[in-house]
Nanobody, 118 residues
Framework: QVQLVESGGGLVQAGGSLRLSCAASTSIFSFNAMRWYRQAPGKQRELVAGIIRGGSTNYADSVKGRFTISRENAKNTVYLQMNSLKVEDTALYYC????????????WGQGTQVTVSS
């Protein structure tokens, strides 16, 4: 059973920074992609950033230039460095691991809360 454990959330003032971590119970190279999603109250879950096995990354337009996704293979950990945080970044942030099997298989962490105050 794959487990993903997020950490690093908290309360920060607008303009501040946080780094989220997602520790996997198995090699992150087992997955085709590792992604960060977020869900704000009353809103749908949205993709924030992703990194594929080959290392390419992608970001939501709303976080480009402010957030950086990275990985540390030896620790089976994926990070999300969040800078210049805005109040609208407040959400529950989830780590996701994707397997390109048929059907697709997704694994999710329990989420870590990020609250940005004005």
């Amino acid at each position: 059973q794959v487990q993903l454990v997020e950490s690093g959330g908290g309360l920060v003032q607008a303009g501040g920074s946080l780094r989220l971590s997602c520790a996997a119970s198995t090699s992150i190279f087992s997955f085709n992609a590792m992604r960060w999603y977020r869900q704000a109250p009353g809103k749908q879950r949205e993709l924030v950033a992703g990194i594929i096995r080959g290392g390419s990354t992608n970001y939501a337009d709303s976080v480009k230039g402010r957030f950086t996704i990275s990985r540390e293979n030896a620790k089976n950990t994926v990070y999300l460095q969040m800078n210049s945080l805005k109040v609208e970044d407040t959400a529950l942030y989830y780590c996701n691991a994707l397997l390109h099997t048929t059907p697709l298989i997704d694994y999710w962490g329990q989420g870590t809360q990020v609250t940005v105050s004005s």
